[in-house]
């Protein structure tokens, strides 16, 4: 029994076809909306990669970008196809094209919906990407004079300056680092070396952070240097008193940013997939109900459309049969070498031991 069968004339098929052929290029479009998102994640993703670690998080943006592609070549023609499904001389042309097309399809929409739930459960790799490639960065944060590190500085100032963030995690990762460059040290001082000297792998720490840490909705100066020393400051207690820094570490920061668009992009791509969802539904119904008219045998009459010929169960169990007779076709295949002229020797005209018989040589 034909799963969810419905009637049409030959008005219904007509306007059926024809909403159709617009709806494919409408798809064009949304197509092109894919492979746009895609390259505005790239390309918002490629504006901090020097604060991210070498994984593998261009897996999204990638996608759709060729998930856009995709649709644009496969919804032209499906367009074309609705177009000539007006006339049953000209879909006859695309009769045995029609199965093939609809299954690629199909296979493309759940591309598509793949897409949208990257888009959801990327969170956790971008995650640990900013974790490690800000620490990195902070790392290499005094390397100003060092080729291929010396724009860390200007990247980590401006990227705390824009997100309003300070640290990895916070503030307080700066005290575990030194952010300073050697040079900038005045060796002459005995504090500095005392400082150096005190810490084993011979860093100069100190609670202090840089200026782009610093707020600009703070009503006092900004205090960077001796955050934790109360005496060093007038009227100043920093376990009570609101820091005028940044509270907010900067994998917290890109992290909301990044998923922000992630979601409207996802939540777009899911709409994307619907409307793709009900254009294939549409084109299914067309074929079937364009080879029924072939096969009555007027244009004119009245022909059933369907999404299954059969039920899923009976559909499930004749693709099940046929894949397992194309396997049992590839071992006979194997036995006979790929010569279908040598038959095999059957082991039930052997004797009840299942020994072959002994070979009786001809003597001339």
């Known amino acids: 029994m034909a799963v969810l069968k419905v009637k049409f004339t030959k008005n219904k098929r007509d306007k059926l076809a024809q909403v159709l052929w617009v709806l494919n290029w409408v798809s064009v479009v949304t197509g092109i909306i894919l492979f746009s998102l895609g390259l505005f994640l790239k390309v918002e993703i490629n504006k901090q990669r020097e604060v991210m670690s070498d994984r593998d998080?261009?897996?999204?943006?990638?996608?759709?970008?060729?998930?856009?592609?995709i649709a644009c070549g496969i919804n032209f023609l499906g367009g074309k196809i609705c177009y000539d499904c007006v006339d049953t001389t000209k879909f006859q042309?695309?009769?045995?094209?029609?199965?093939?097309?609809?299954?690629?399809?199909?296979?493309?929409?759940?591309?598509?919906?793949?897409?949208?739930?990257?888009?959801?459960?990327?969170?956790?790799?971008?995650?640990?990407?900013?974790?490690?490639?800000?620490?990195?960065?902070?790392?290499y944060y005094k390397d100003t004079d060092m080729p291929g590190r010396c724009f860390l500085k200007r990247t980590l100032d401006m990227l705390q300056i824009q997100f309003q963030c300070c640290g990895n995690g916070g503030f307080r990762d700066w005290f575990h680092i030194q952010w300073v460059s050697n040079r900038y040290l005045d060796m002459s001082r005995k504090e500095v070396v005392d400082r150096l000297r005190s810490n084993v792998e011979g860093k100069y720490l100190?609670?202090?952070?840089?200026?782009?840490?610093?707020?600009?909705?703070?009503?006092?100066?900004?205090?960077?240097?001796?955050?934790?020393?109360n005496s060093a400051h007038f009227n100043y207690d920093h376990q009570t008193e609101e820091l005028n820094l940044w509270r907010k570490g900067c994998r917290e920061a890109l992290l909301e940013y990044y998923t922000q668009i992630m979601q409207s992009i996802g939540l777009t791509v899911l709409i994307i997939w619907l409307f793709e969802i009900s254009v294939l539904?549409?084109?299914?119904?067309?074929?079937?109900?364009?080879?029924?008219?072939?096969?009555?045998?007027?244009?004119?009459?009245?022909?059933?459309?369907?999404?299954?010929?059969?039920?899923?169960?009976?559909?499930?169990?004749?693709?099940?049969?046929i894949i397992k007779n194309l396997g049992k076709c590839n071992q006979i295949d194997t036995a006979n070498n790929g010569d279908?002229?040598?038959?095999?020797?059957?082991?039930?005209?052997?004797?009840?031991?299942?020994?072959?018989?002994?070979?009786?040589?001809?003597?001339?």
């Open 340 to 364: 279908p002229n040598i038959d095999v020797p059957s082991t039930a005209h052997y004797g009840p031991d299942n020994v072959p018989p002994k070979q009786i040589p001809m003597v001339n």
């Open 206 to 229: 100190m609670d202090a952070v840089p200026f782009s840490c610093c707020s600009v909705y703070s009503p006092r100066p900004c205090i960077q240097h001796q955050i934790t020393n």
């Open 281 to 321: 539904t549409g084109v299914r119904y067309l074929q079937t109900a364009m080879e029924n008219v072939l096969r009555q045998g007027d244009p004119d009459c009245e022909s059933d459309g369907w999404l299954l010929e059969n039920s899923l169960v009976e559909t499930a169990r004749s693709n099940f049969n």
């Open 57 to 69: 998080i261009h897996s999204v943006p990638n996608m759709l970008i060729a998930v856009g592609l």
């Open 93 to 139: 042309r695309w009769k045995l094209l029609m199965l093939p097309y609809i299954i690629c399809t199909f296979f493309f929409t759940f591309c598509i919906l793949v897409g949208a739930l990257m888009c959801y459960t990327m969170r956790n790799e971008l995650e640990e990407s900013l974790d490690q490639g800000l620490r990195d960065a902070m790392r």
